[in-house]
């Protein structure tokens, strides 16, 4: 399997999580235009020894960081995601408060890919993130543009969205079609199907 594209950076607020169900979301919204992504688990890697040997190991996942390469992110999706506090209408000044915290979201996003010459997408839904705000830079223009884009990352949690007792941190889903996995992947975030 070869992947070929990426498209729909998608989240939504989230607004209860209920124990042991599937997380509650006020509703999702696509943003942006997605250029990359990329997905890093941290494992907790311990051993347990006995007679000087490894008997038991374990390697589950304790988080896992989600980065997105945007082409950029709007006002109201800078304080949706990021948490950034702005005052006054579109365009007025915005601000970052020293200790702010960005609020939780859900967030998935469709991959392309290609098998045997066959065409097919996958949707990805991360139960809950918490993005934070980047370190940015910017170049000035030489003889031809070098586009400098936006680059998000979040910490993905584990939440337990069943009675399984096990944290689950994304879901994913193979679909045939581009609109089948779209249809999935506002289903996840909440977002009505007229929009």
Known sequence: MAKIGI??????PIT?????????????KTFAHAINAGISYKRSDTELRGDNVVIESDNSITSGEVTMGLDDIQEADQVALLGVVKTGETGAEEYHDVGASAPYVGFGFITVRQLDSVVSY??????????????????????????QTDTIKGKAIGVNVDSSGTPKFRVRKPCATYEAALTW?????????GT
Do not use: C, R
């Open 7 to 12: 498209m729909n950076p998608t989240y939504a």
């Open 16 to 28: 209860g999580e209920p124990a042991n169900a599937a997380v509650v979301y006020g509703p999702g």
């Open 122 to 147: 996958i949707g990805h839904w991360f139960h809950k993130v918490q993005f934070a705000a980047q370190d940015e830079s910017t170049k000035t223009k030489g003889d031809t543009i070098e586009w």
């Open 185 to 193: 992947l506002k289903t996840k975030a909440n977002i009505s199907s």
